[in-house]
């Protein structure tokens, strides 16, 4: 089957696909095939661009993934986008999803549920501090109790 692009299509599509392997070319091989996993099971194959930090988030040695998507496709007004994926030494699996979460990330030693609280910005509101629930951390970070000035001083920052 052939397909014919409008001209400088091809360029665009080119550099889109080069773009995606340079932008995370720090990540380990694992992390890429688990976002990549993700992304194509909610239906949106090519992810441009998002940024991660490695951390161990639930204390087993082991580092955790947390994943802020920027790509426009999981984007809105209210920020993007945010994964954490538990590692282990098979990989990573996905743990946790949040929508509408912006930069600063940062990681609290403060520990609920046996993993460590994350505190994100959100829209309008601030820092606000995201705790485990036993199973995910919480959807809307818009609806979390703001942060204190000593923990975000006391936190971490992951991505900025």
């Known amino acids: ?20 392997a340079a932008a995370q070319t720090d990540a380990p091989a694992e992390l890429l095939n688990a976002v990549q996993s993700h992304t194509e099971k909610a239906g949106v194959p090519l992810v441009a661009r998002w940024r991660h930090a490695l951390t161990d988030l639930n204390g087993d040695r082991i580092d955790d993934a947390v994943v802020l998507m920027t790509d426009p496709a999981w984007c809105g007004t209210g920020g993007c986008t945010l994964l954490v994926f538990k590692g282990s030494r098979r990989g990573f699996t996905l743990q946790s999803k949040s929508r509408v979460s912006d930069v600063p990330i940062r990681v609290s030693p403060l520990a609920v549920a046996g993993w460590k609280s994350l505190l994100v910005y959100s829209r309008g509101r601030g820092e606000v501090l995201m705790r485990f629930t036993g199973s995910r951390y919480p959807d809307k970070p818009s609806l979390q109790p703001k942060a204190s000035t000593a923990q975000v001083r006391g936190a971490l920052l992951l991505i900025e």
């Open 1 to 20: 089957m052939s397909v014919r692009l409008p001209v400088g299509t091809l360029a665009a599509v080119t550099l889109l696909v080069g773009a995606t």
